[in-house]
C-alpha cells in the first residue's frame, strides 16, 4: 500500500470515528436537561413552556458550547465510566449547579412535599425566589 493512500485512509477513518462519536454523544439539550433532573430530583410536572424557558435560560448563562461539552462529559461519565480527576470535577460541579439553578428559578420548594409537584419557572436565578433569603432589616 503506498504512503499516500494509507494517510488518506487513516486520515477518513478518523473523521468517520469523530462523526461517530459525535452523534453517539449529541443530545438535544431539551431533552437532556430535563431528564437529568428528573433523575436528581425525582418526579415532578413542569409545562413544556417553562421547561423551554428553563433550557434556554440555563443555555444562554452557560453558553450553548459549553453547556453542549458538559452534557457529552456527562453522558461519556454515565455510559462508559471513563473520566479523569479533572473532568470528574467538571460533571461534578455541573450536576450541583444544575440542581441549584432549577430550585432557585423554580418554584419546586413550595411543593417538594407533594407526590408528583407541578413546578412553575419563576425567572432564573431571581434572588429573591431563594427561600432561604432572609430580609431582615433591610429597610
Known amino acids: 500500500m503506498k504512503r499516500r493512500t494509507l494517510l488518506l485512509s487513516s486520515a477518513a477513518t478518523l473523521g468517520f470515528a469523530a462523526v461517530g462519536?459525535?452523534?453517539?454523544?449529541?443530545?438535544?439539550?431539551?431533552?437532556?436537561?430535563?431528564?437529568?433532573?428528573?433523575?436528581?430530583?425525582?418526579?415532578?410536572?413542569?409545562?413544556?413552556?417553562?421547561?423551554?424557558?428553563?433550557?434556554?435560560?440555563?443555555?444562554?448563562?452557560y453558553g450553548s458550547k459549553k453547556l453542549a461539552a458538559l452534557m457529552g462529559l456527562y453522558k461519556i461519565r454515565q455510559e462508559t465510566g471513563v473520566?479523569?480527576?479533572?473532568?470528574?470535577?467538571?460533571?461534578?460541579?455541573?450536576?450541583?449547579?444544575?440542581?441549584?439553578?432549577?430550585?432557585?428559578?423554580?418554584?419546586?420548594?413550595?411543593?417538594?412535599?407533594?407526590?408528583?409537584?407541578t413546578v412553575s419557572f419563576l425567572g432564573y436565578r431571581l434572588p429573591c425566589s431563594n427561600p432561604y433569603a432572609r430580609f431582615d432589616g433591610l429597610a
Open 83 to 117: 473520566g479523569s480527576a479533572y473532568t470528574d470535577l467538571r460533571v461534578d460541579n455541573f450536576e450541583r449547579r444544575l440542581l441549584t439553578d432549577f430550585m432557585v428559578s423554580t418554584d419546586y420548594l413550595r411543593h417538594q412535599h407533594e407526590p408528583s409537584p
Open 21 to 61: 462519536s459525535a452523534a453517539w454523544i449529541y443530545e438535544d439539550r431539551q431533552v437532556f436537561i430535563p431528564g437529568l433532573l428528573r433523575q436528581l430530583v425525582g418526579d415532578f410536572q413542569m409545562s413544556a413552556e417553562d421547561q423551554r424557558k428553563f433550557v434556554d435560560a440555563l443555555a444562554g448563562h
